[in-house]
């Protein structure tokens, strides 16, 4: 598997972002809140909103590095667009317990945005 982290694996534009606040399904983490939306490539792409909320540059930077290395070393195995907005805890938060609020959090929210996508279709 890939452990690279390469532009296309970025989500970059905001029509996307946009895309994925409004179709997407939003799911709380103790540290973040993650965006998921299905998308048609065949690979994720993450996408990081560290907002001035967050901090200085400095901090919303290293927010957007350990973002980044979440997603690399742990990247769904599904198309999917992931949008993370990192809480003031975020930057601060041992590892161990990013990657498992990471973990859920993804894990919750492909689960909700599939079962939207099954309920659409029944519809």
Known sequence: MR???RPGD???KRRD???AYEA???QHGRFMTIFVRPNALPAPR???SATKKLGSAVV???AKRRAREL????RPALGVDLVII???EFVSAPYDQLEADYHAAVRKGIARSRARAGAGDAG
Do not use: E, H
């Open 24 to 26: 997407g399904v939003r």
């Open 86 to 88: 990192p809480r003031r």
């Open 10 to 12: 970025r989500i970059r």
């Open 17 to 19: 972002f946009v895309k």
């Open 46 to 48: 993450l996408g990081v």
């Open 60 to 62: 919303r930077n290293r």
């Open 71 to 74: 997603f690399r070393r742990a």
């Open 3 to 5: 452990q690279t982290f």
